[in-house]
């Protein structure tokens, strides 16, 4: 059975470790969309170690972090669902008041049409904020 977080980065890799690695998800309504992918092909946060849950989770805080350093959001939100990908990841979602769903979920009732605007150089940005609180990224 294939998985798409197993046979693809997922989106822009900007940091990676033997654990994990933090991508920028082509998602054009939420620049900043981030995720926090568990490289070894694991269903849920209990299937790991407690240091690995730690590791994890420090890179999903340094994720929330970034976002809130880079772009000022004026909400993050956090999910790690997995129903459809059951490949252990995390969604950290910059929100703000005028983009195309806010109060909803970003999966929920669109309420608007213009997606929040992002500075150009946000990739580079968002992988200097996080490599300031993870440390520099492994290279392959």
Known sequence: MSCPLCDSPSGAVLWQ???????????????????????????????????????????????????????APDKVNLASLGNLVPHLHWHVIPRFADDPHFPNPVWGDRLRDTPHGAPAALESQLAAALTLRLGVPETE
């Open 17 to 71: 470790d033997d654990l994990c690695r933090v991508v920028l998800a082509d998602e054009p309504d939420y620049p900043g969309f981030l995720r926090v992918i568990l490289n070894a092909h694991v269903k849920e946060m209990t299937d790991l170690s407690a240091a690995d849950q730690a590791a994890l989770m420090r890179a999903v805080f340094a994720a929330e972090a970034a976002l809130r350093e880079v772009l």
